[in-house]
């Protein structure tokens, strides 16, 4: 298997030669050597599908060939299904508080300046065992910023919406009556962070249109954000005054947690965005005596400043930065070489600190999280070394 990993790394690599020099280094790291074979996780569960659907898929990381995830392995997850979206009659359409609604295709999108953003995200479900609903793209598109400047915001409009082509019946519950409504998937964020110059419209990822999984022909990608956030399929995108209490802003994709404020324990509800300073052991592998740790570390584009990896009880050891993986946005990967592993049963967790000095907690630290997203605890794997 490892083998055959690396020839279509190799494969993968040339194609992307052909695109640029740049773009060909990126994919250099950290494919596997001749001979390096891949350790594995022993509490993976036994019956670990990658696809348990045609519309679902999880990210084996154990795979992992490159600073990029193939659009064919990139995860995938939705609420409603994939949408019939008809290519040739698509338009997105950009209405509510704007001086000129527009309506536009995805070569008027291309024409307003089509630039490449490096951008890796987990959804806020993401968790133990498996880690997989993660990946890091390369996406070409419009910054979000170019396409309202075009529709000029009037000035009350205060929020920002982004609908989804997928729609589906919800039950909207209004003090014990049930109403059942269509609604679309539906995210927004303040007029300020819409206007400013990271949000990002994406018709292709790592050089290839978007695929319907990853919402083909067009999805918005916050960079630094959880993925909820990054509408699929986008076909509106509304202004208004007000803030939006969808679903799946206000209501699905929440975390609850206890805080001290003002000196005192308040429980909070908040809606998921940034991602929280995370890494996580994605692969273990074998070549000759020496074994290697990989892991992914994500967060908001604050600097990392170190990541550290514990072996069993052993003492925290520094991880190097793979040099493929150095864009703000993007995942960043960072390697340990651990020597002298033993045959048998290991515990191996990481740990991830960002210039600032905050430092990804144990989960003790997360005891008063109650909902189970944004899971950004140091996560203990647990691998078989031969
Ligand atoms: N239109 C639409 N966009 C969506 C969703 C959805 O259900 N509908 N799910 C979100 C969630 S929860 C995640 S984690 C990401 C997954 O993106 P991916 O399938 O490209 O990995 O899409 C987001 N965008
Ligand atoms: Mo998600």
Redesign the pocket.
């Known amino acids: 298997m490892s083998e055959m990993n690396r020839r279509d790394v190799m494969k993968t690599g040339l194609a992307m030669a052909a695109l640029g020099a740049a773009a060909n280094f990126e994919w250099v790291l950290p494919a596997l050597a001749q001979g390096e074979t891949v350790m594995p996780f022993t509490e993976f569960p036994p019956t670990f599908n990658p696809a348990p659907a045609v519309d679902r ?1 999880l990210f084996d990381t154990r795979t992992l060939s490159g600073a990029f995830t193939p659009p064919e392995q ?7 299904g994939h ?1 019939e979206v008809d290519a040739a009659a698509y338009r997105l359409k950009v209405g509510g508080l704007v001086k000129t609604p527009k309506s536009l295709t995805i070569d008027d999108l291309r024409k307003m300046g089509s630039t490449d953003l490096i951008a890796g ?6 968790r133990r065992p498996v880690q997989g ?1 993660v ?1 890091n793209g390369r996406w070409t598109g419009v910054p979000l910023k170019t396409v309202l400047e075009s529709a000029g915001l009037n000035a009350d409009a205060r929020e920002i919406v982004f ?4 729609r589906g019946k919800e039950s909207v519950n209004f003090r014990g009556t049930n109403f059942d409504v269509e609604q ?2 539906g ?1 927004s964020i303040q007029r300020d962070r819409a206007l400013s110059p990271e949000p990002f419209l994406a018709f292709a990822l790592n050089g290839a249109p978007l695929t319907k ?3 083909a022909p067009l ?2 990608i916050m960079p630094g954000w ?9 076909s509106e995108i509304v202004a208004q005054a007000d803030p939006y209490l969808g679903k ?1 802003q206000a209501n699905w ?1 929440r975390t609850l947690k206890g805080e001290m404020i003002n000196g005192e324990m308040k429980w909070v509800e908040s809606a998921i965005t940034h991602l929280q300073l995370k890494s996580f052991v994605a692969r273990v592998t074998k070549s000759g005596n020496a074994h290697k740790v990989t892991t992914i570390v994500l967060n908001d584009g604050t600097p990392i400043k170190s990541v550290e990896v514990k072996v069993d009880e052993g003492p925290w050891q520094a991880a190097t930065a793979d040099p493929s993986t150095t864009a703000k946005y993007g995942w960043k990967l960072y390697n340990y070489t651990w020597n002298g592993a033993a045959a048998g049963e290991h515990t191996v967790m990481s740990r991830v600190t960002d210039a600032t000095g905050k430092v990804q907690p144990t989960e003790a630290e997360l005891v008063n999280k109650k909902t189970f997203l944004e899971d950004n605890s140091q996560h203990p794997r647990k691998v078989m070394i031969s």
């Open positions: 898929r990139f995860f995938t997850t939705q609420h409603y949408p995200f987990e959804c806020s479900g993401n609903l990946g609908f989804g082509a997928d679309q998937y995210r999984h990853q919402g999805r918005l959880y993925g909820a956030p990054n509408v699929k399929w986008l799946f994709y």
